[in-house]
């Protein structure tokens, strides 16, 4: 299904310039949770939710996306998640996101979901499930998602017991039994593991 055009986004910010913006790594049992700002120049082809995408697609779309558009990153640490909760720190993640943008006219952040957080004096609208129908806020889905996964590949050379370049963090079945096996590493959210280690 293809995304909606850019207008439409548009005109849920009233005409304004949209930076569309969106988190990957809630869920993961390590890692970081990353978020990034996108405001699109001009129309991408093939931009979608990043979860409908293919590992290869969302990777071409990416190229396309850094060399086209203005894109922020954000990410908060395990040990950040542990100390703020992953609400705080997908809030953080978000707003280092923008920050890093450094677009300085006047916009509108758009956010994925039903919570705003905030962005200093700008005007934010959320919607759920933006990722799918707002073309900057899908930009921003796949960049995030393809930056995260790589940090994990990355991780996985270093940590191989737990599978990282395949799970990419999350709970599955490799993952929870090597937690059991090896330990904990500087990269586990210790407060997601509660369950797992009592």
Excluded at 23 to 29: A, I, M
Excluded at 39 to 53: E, Q, Y
Excluded at 60 to 85: C, F, H
Excluded at 159 to 188: D, F, M
Aim: charged letters at 20%; hydrophobic letters at 40%; glycine letters at 10%.
């Amino acid at each position: 299904m293809q995304i909606p055009c850019p207008q439409y986004e548009a005109s849920l910010a009233g005409g304004s310039t949209v930076i569309g913006v969106d988190e990957v790594g809630r869920g993961p049992l390590a890692g970081p949770v990353v978020a990034a700002a996108a405001v699109l120049g001009t129309p991408i082809d093939g931009l979608r939710d990043s979860k409908a995408l293919s590992e290869k697609k969302r990777n071409l779309l990416t190229v396309q996306i850094l060399r086209e558009a203005r894109i922020g990153m954000g990410a908060v640490s395990a040990q950040g998640i542990d100390a703020l909760g992953i609400e705080k720190a997908t809030r953080l993640a978000m707003q280092r996101a923008v920050d890093t943008l450094g677009f300085e006219g006047e916009a509108v952040v758009l956010v994925d979901g039903n919570r705003a957080p905030k962005f200093g004096d700008r005007r934010v609208l959320t919607e759920v499930k933006a990722d799918a129908s707002c073309p900057s806020v899908a930009a921003a889905s796949i960049v995030a998602k393809v930056t995260r996964d790589r940090a994990m590949v990355r991780l996985a050379a270093r940590y191989a017991a737990y599978c990282w370049h395949t799970n990419k963090g999350y709970g599955s079945k490799a993952h929870r039994e090597a937690i059991l096996s090896q330990g904990v590493t500087p990269h586990h959210r210790h407060s997601f593991l509660t369950k797992i280690l009592s």
